[in-house]
């Protein structure tokens, strides 16, 4: 692996032709990620998840590696352009109220046939009977289990607000009205369990907090492994060929891999690791998307002014949820003015060496949204740019 300094180096000569703002995919990086999920996903298939990384040209070069089958998606409308564009195993992660795209998976037996959709209420399936529009196509089914761990007595929750199922009976009884009602077939059962697999156990500088995430993790690991075998055997008493059961994420591969229960895991996240992905004990990647902005000022000794940056991600406001300057190594916001809309102070030793149009290279937050700020995405192979690829966003697709 390359030292930094390394890795500046090469993304500066590989750009050099290019004005920022700009984004790029170190490849080299992106397919040892890809090879590392493999590995610790220990023989169970790895599906893509799309919203990490929001790049048709990228999906197909994953999903071409061993290892690697099927995308979990996270609209409607994206899942219909996807198995449009030929990917023939897509599940949506998500429920939906896009009733013109339910219309349309009802009434074309090959989208009906690559989607599989998210339900975790009845009313859902109300929903999609009342947007068919005449379709009569089977309307493929995933069941979504709750992950969360609750303590003293259900006071305490830890894990997302997800689906509402979860105990054995609740997803068996949905299981059974899923299957006596015609145009409906259940396929699937989802259960991710974001409080493992996106919240890291290693914190720097909070060693206390980070013992107290280690700990409710084992406690959730033990305590979902056990809900979730007895929930599969519940659901399989009513759907005996059930396709899949998949769980799990880029933070909890391996754990999620190694229960009998799960037959395929989720990651997406892995493949660009982005800052939030730094800390953890269970694995680390080589971050492969970044993105750089131009040094437009230089206001003082110490201080430079790069363009735009601002680039928050989804989730609870906080600093973790910003960009952080990457390379040069060793800048770091103004506390007064952080990541702005149109420019961004840079503060730090590293600034007095950076001259009116040298790149600041930055990490995104979280790994696909940083798509949603760029039009195409940069392939860099060694110190060349060896393609260009258009993100969801360069082919006109926004989703959400």
């Known amino acids: 692996m390359n030292s930094p300094a390394a890795d500046r180096a090469r993304y500066d000569r590989a750009t050099a032709h290019l004005d920022a703002p700009l984004a790029i995919v170190d490849l080299d990086a992106f397919d040892a990620n890809a090879d590392d999920l493999v590995r610790r996903a220990g ?69 009906a046939g690559a989607v599989t959709v998210m339900v975790d209420d009845p009313a859902q399936l109300e929903l999609i009977d009342g947007a068919r529009d005449g379709g009569a196509e089977e309307i493929r089914v995933c069941l979504e289990l709750d992950t969360a761990l609750r303590l003293f007595g259900g006071r305490v929750r830890v894990g997302a607000l997800r689906s509402p199922l979860r105990e054995p ?7 059974r009205t899923v299957s006596a009602r015609p145009g409906f077939r259940v396929v699937g059962l989802m259960a991710y369990e974001g409080h493992v697999a996106g919240v890291g156990d290693a914190l720097a500088g909070r060693p206390l907090r980070s013992r107290v995430i280690r700990v409710m993790q084992g406690a959730a690991r033990r305590e979902l492994a056990a809900r979730r075998a007895e929930v599969v ?16 994420g880029t933070g909890s591969v391996q754990q999620t891999a190694a229960e009998d229960a799960v037959t395929e895991v989720a990651a997406g996240s892995g493949l660009y690791v982005p800052r939030l992905f730094d800390n953890y004990t269970s694995f680390s990647g080589r971050p492969a998307a970044l993105f750089a902005q131009p040094v437009v000022r230089r206001p003082g000794v110490g201080v430079v002014t790069v363009l735009g940056g601002g680039y928050p991600a989804s989730g609870a406001a906080g600093a973790d949820r910003l960009p952080v300057p990457y390379l040069p190594q060793g800048l770091r916001y103004d506390p007064q003015e952080g990541a702005g809309e149109v420019q961004t102070p840079l503060l730090g030793g590293p600034a007095d060496d950076l001259l009116i149009g040298d790149r600041v290279w930055f990490r995104h937050a979280k790994a696909g949204e940083l798509c949603e700020r760029f039009d195409t ?17 360069g082919e006109g697709r926004t989703f959400l």
């Open 233 to 248: 055997r519940a659901v399989r008493a009513v759907v005996p060929d059930l396709e899949f059961v998949n769980g799990g």
């Open 169 to 175: 009976a609740q997803l068996a009884e949905l299981a």
């Open 377 to 393: 995405l940069h392939l860099i192979e060694g110190d060349r740019v060896t393609a260009t690829a258009p993100t969801y966003r």
């Open 43 to 111: 023989g169970k298939p790895v599906r893509v998840a799309s919203k990490s990384v929001r790049c048709r040209a990228l999906l197909e070069r994953v999903l071409a590696r061993p290892g690697f089958a099927g995308i979990m998606s996270y609209t409607l409308a994206e899942s219909l352009w996807l198995a449009r564009s030929g990917f023939e195993d897509v599940l949506l992660a998500y429920p939906s109220a896009d009733r013109a795209g339910f219309a349309e998976l009802a009434n074309d037996a090959k989208l």
